[in-house]
Structures are given as C-alpha cells and as structure tokens.
C-alpha cells in the first residue's frame, strides 16, 4: 500500500484531534511523518522519503531535505500528546479491565531510549517516552525514569487507576516513592541481591525469597547489583 492509496486526509484528521492546539504547520508535519512510517515501516530518511506521495515526491534529493527538516521543526510537548494517546488507548480497553503501563528501555544508535505505554491485547500503546545519550551521563538513569512516571502521573485522566510494571534495571527508593506519592500502583522485578524491608527486617531478596516473605507490600530499599537470572517481583499499592 502506497501513501497516495492511504491519503493525506485520513491522517491529517486522526493527527488533528491529537495535536490540534498546535501550529498548523506542526500538525501537517507530523502528518506527513506519521503516513510516512506508516508506509515504510521504518524511520530512516531514506525509507521515509522513499514513502512520500506521488503528487509530493520531487527528486531523491528533495525527498531527503523534506525529511530532515521534519526533524527541525517544531517541537511537540509531550504534555501536549500524552494525555491524548493515554486517552485512545483505555477507549481499546474492555469495560472494568485493569489498566496497565508497561517500562522499558532500548537502545538506538547513540542514544536510550525509555518507552511507557497502555498494555493492549498484548502490546504496548505507547504513552510517554524520554531518551538520554549513551552511554549514560552520571546520575541520568534514574532521574530520567522518574521523570517519565511524573509525565505519565500527570497525564493520567483523573479517576483512573494505573498500575506500572518494570524490571530489575528500576528499582530504587526514589521510584518507589515517586510511585506512593502519586498513588499509582505497581510489579516491579526485583535483583536477588537487592536489599529490601519487610516487617522491619532488612535482608537480600534472596533471603526474603526462600523464606517466603518477599509478598504484596513490600517497601524495597536498593542497595546493590548483581542478581540471578530469576528474580522475585515487588508489589504494592498507595498505602
């Protein structure tokens, strides 16, 4: 399927109810953007320019100046854009389903890339995103995260109950606090050679994990790496 047989207006309509607040020239951007990696599949400019419209398409060379100065638009806030996606996404949902945010991080060329989304039928509809440069500058890891948690806390409608689940690379007191503090609840895996607090006793989870008391509640405290390929899962709510 071409981008002609798609059609500039489809999208422009789906990007406007999204990004409509915006400039005008940034909603016609994103929707060039937007049915551009739909076609393609890829975001490389090559790809996307290869992916333009007939009646848009010009030479190779145009194609490619047209792509990059996509990237040197506007910028959209997310702030802007969250709400909206995070909106679309409980829409898929069924009636009384629990609402939950998947986090994780992956690697893009030079740079990280942290990636929050709505669990839907089994994939992620993403909901907020952060990157930083790799490899990462000193004390960024974390500050990220919680930045990404704070976006996503604030674009939650309100009323609307969500629970996040990370893995062992997260935890940290700063999250799990940011988390209560928020009222948001969460499963986050845990390193066996995590240190936690259950019922006033600190230990590794490794500990905690054969004696059975590492359950539902649990306050976890990092305070090393390490770990095994299984790990226990941390549960808790806002007490």
Known sequence: MTASTIGCERVREWVKMRVG????????TVTWAALCVLVAQRVTPAAMARAL???HAGSGRARLMRVR??????????AEVSPQLITSALALLAPGQAVVVALDT????????????????????PSGWAGIPYPWPKGRFRSTTLTVIRRLQAAFPVGVRWSLVADRGFPSAALFAQLRQGGTDFSVRLRLSDRVTVRGAMAKCLSMWWLGDCGT???PLPRSGGGDRTSPGCRGGSW
């Open 69 to 78: 100065r996509w990237w040197m638009g506007p910028a959209i806030e997310q």
């Open 106 to 125: 992956t690697r893009v060329g030079k740079w990280e890339v942290w990636l929050a989304g709505i669990v839907v039928a089994g994939r992620t509809v």
């Open 53 to 55: 419209p007939a009646e």
């Open 217 to 219: 509640g649990s306050a």
């Open 21 to 28: 607040r915006t400039h005008a020239t940034v909603v016609a």
